[in-house]
């Protein structure tokens, strides 16, 4: 009987030291620094809302959509600053790269080749990051905030017979959310964001040889949809 209550108190024991034991903590003090850096990299997803231009609308009329969408990628810095201990200002500088293909179709047959529309930003996001409660070497978190973005890629293009353009300039509001991993010598966060452009970014050229491309919207907006790796 005593070699069995002691057996069973030694379990006991083990049992309540296995339970409150805690995992040991990657990279403890990251989330302590008033400023941290680091770098991102990604991949991302270029689209339009389409308006059509209903002044210009007929029966015969051209009607465009956004019909192939093609993989771009990104590429970030990373400039971080701790406001609270849930609460981070972020400052994302970098470039993006995608393009869109806009068909248009006159009574339900594909008219001419389609647009492809390339794009080359550079980009100035600045979010604010929420995150949760720690748990071990893992949180989540939520981001939100603007996008001032700079296309510099030249889309008008006769010899390859793209007739449309992009203005230049557009603003953007982002969110999106992920998880921060830890690990022994740096942070990984894989994060998740959704891009929509804010302005009509449609460039009405004063010439073109074929017009009715340009006519047949009264809008486009820009969207972007993001996967992405920090490493911090």
């Known amino acids: 009987?005593?070699?069995?209550?002691?057996?069973?108190?030694?379990?006991?024991?083990?049992?309540?030291?296995h339970i409150t034991r805690k995992k040991v903590l990657n990279y403890q003090h990251h989330d302590d620094k008033a400023i941290h850096f680091g770098f991102c990299v990604g991949l991302n997803v270029m689209d339009f809302t389409v308006t059509p231009s209903f002044a210009n609308y007929q029966t015969d009329s051209l009607l465009g959509s956004v019909t192939n969408l093609s993989p771009g990628f990104h590429i970030q810095a990373v400039s971080a600053a701790r406001l609270t201990d849930f609460l981070e200002l972020?400052?994302?500088?970098?470039?993006?790269?995608?393009?869109?293909?806009?068909?248009?179709?006159?009574?339900?047959?594909?008219?001419?080749?389609?647009?492809?529309?390339e794009s080359s930003y550079i980009e100035l996001p600045l979010l604010l990051k929420y995150k949760s409660k720690r748990v071990n070497n893992y949180r989540g978190f939520l981001v939100g905030g603007l996008n001032p973005r700079?296309?510099?890629a030249k889309t008008y293009r006769e010899e390859d017979e793209?007739?449309?353009?992009?203005?230049?300039?557009?603003l953007c509001y982002e969110l999106g959310g992920g998880f921060?991993?830890?690990?022994?010598?740096?942070?990984?966060?894989?994060e998740l964001r959704g891009s929509w452009g804010m302005f009509n970014v449609l460039n009405r050229r004063g010439s073109t040889p074929h017009p009715e491309f340009q006519n047949a919207v009264e809008k486009l907006r820009s969207s972007v949809y993001m996967i992405s790796f920090f490493i911090e």
């Not at 830890?182 to 990984?188: A, H, I, M, N």
């Open 1 to 17: 009987m005593i070699i069995t209550g002691l057996c069973l108190c030694w379990l006991g024991t083990s049992a309540q030291d």
């Open 150 to 152: 700079f296309d510099l």
């Open 90 to 117: 972020r400052f994302l500088p970098g470039v993006a790269f995608g393009q869109r293909e806009l068909s248009f179709y006159r009574n339900n047959r594909l008219y001419e080749k389609p647009q492809r529309l």
């Open 162 to 170: 793209i007739y449309m353009d992009l203005k230049l300039n557009d």
């Open 180 to 190: 921060d991993f830890y690990f022994p010598y740096f942070k990984l966060s894989i």
